[in-house]
């Protein structure tokens, strides 16, 4: 029972990551002509996202020590590493990243941030924040894989 319940869980943490960045938050910019509002529901699912993968992590990490007798030592260390390693990225990009954009996101005003003098800085961030999501992303094939 609970080895289906950790396929589930990291199916979960997998689906949620691809479903957010690579289908809603896509089809968000290219259907809303207002692109402040389409960074603002994003950003909203991918605050969501980064609440639900924190969760999925600790899951994760119960799951692994409780459920996992039958796996050797190195299977364990490995997943356990994926985990750590997804649950580091979330809280890099989240914790660390967003903060970061929301305060160019504020400061550039009701133009937004595109139009603004931040926009350089706004399009770097972005594009760490969004490497690590790719990182994240592919990490979780791996987890979903090693269940």
Do not use: N
């Not at 967003?98 to 400061?107: C, D, F, G, I, K």
């Not at 139009?115 to 690590?132: D, V, Y």
């Amino acid at each position: 029972m609970l080895p289906r319940v950790r396929l589930l869980v990291a199916a979960l943490w997998a689906g949620s990551l691809w479903t957010v960045g690579y289908l809603v938050a896509p089809t968000l910019f290219a259907t809303l002509s207002d692109r402040v509002l389409a960074g603002s529901i994003a950003g909203s699912m991918f605050h969501a996202q980064a609440l639900l993968s924190l969760g999925c992590g600790a899951a994760m990490v119960l799951l692994i020590w409780t459920a996992t007798r039958d796996w050797d030592a190195k299977r364990r260390r490995t997943v356990l590493a994926l985990v750590a390693a997804m649950a580091l990225c979330t809280v890099i990009s989240h914790f660390g990243l967003q903060p970061m954009m929301a305060e160019l996101r504020a400061a550039a005003g009701a133009s937004g941030v595109m139009e603004s003098a931040a926009k350089s800085r706004f399009g770097m961030l972005h594009g760490i924040s969004s490497c690590i999501y790719l990182l994240q992303s592919l990490l979780a094939v791996w987890l979903v894989v090693k269940q």
